[in-house]
Structure formats: C-alpha cells, structure tokens
C-alpha cells in the first residue's frame, strides 16, 4: 500500500492550492480516504473526509466553505482543493486510508501560507 501526497507549497493568503494524493496497492474505490493535517507544533487536526464513491463529504468546520475533496476511482487518486487559503492553514498535509482506523498514511506535502 502507497500513499504519495503532493501539490504542497507557498502560497499568500487568499490563495488556492490543489493537493493530490496518489494510491495503489489496494482497492481503492472500496475505501473512504481523509486528508489530516498537522501545523507546526501541533497535534493533528481531522480535515476532510469521502466516501468510497464519492457520494458523501464531510469536512472539519475550519475548512467547511473553502475546501473541497474528491476523488478519481480510475486514477485512484483523492484530491484536496483549497481556496481562501489563511495563515492558520499553514500545515502538513497527509492523506489516509480509511475514516475511523486510518491505516495507511502518506508522508505528506508541506502547504505554507505567507505573504
């Protein structure tokens, strides 16, 4: 199982950025998939989360209106797009298998939000 997240970077606040999380190594589209995030010297924050189809996503209240997540089940990739970006976004992002018992973690991709 793989998980390889990218897209990361700096952005001014206000900004948009796309995250990207390619898989492979399992059946991806029998799997919820959730982007976690982790801000400098913090815990780790629940960001978003989609159903195996893409039928149903939920979202963290700090996010909710300026984030949206999907996924391609023939690319079996899950994508995270971020607009309105601000400061307190700044964080690394991971992708993860699962909802409740995320099993599979990517290593992440670095978003910085400065101006």
């Known amino acids: 199982v793989q998980l390889v997240e990218s897209g990361g970077g700096l952005v001014q606040p206000g900004g948009s950025l796309r995250l990207s999380c390619a898989t492979s190594g399992f059946t991806f589209r029998t799997y919820y998939m959730t982007w976690v995030r982790q801000a400098p010297g913090k815990g780790l924050e629940w960001v978003s989360s989609?159903?195996?189809?893409?039928?149903?996503?939920y979202y963290a209240d700090s996010v909710k209106g300026r984030f949206t997540i999907s996924r391609d089940n023939a690319k079996n990739t899950v994508y995270l797009q971020m607009n309105s970006l601000k400061s307190e976004d700044t964080a690394l992002y991971y992708c993860?298998?699962?909802?409740?018992?995320?099993?599979?973690w990517g290593k992440g991709t670095l978003v910085t939000i400065s101006s």
């Open positions: 993860a298998r699962g909802l409740y018992d995320m099993d599979y």
């Open positions: 989609i159903y195996s189809d893409g039928s149903n996503t």
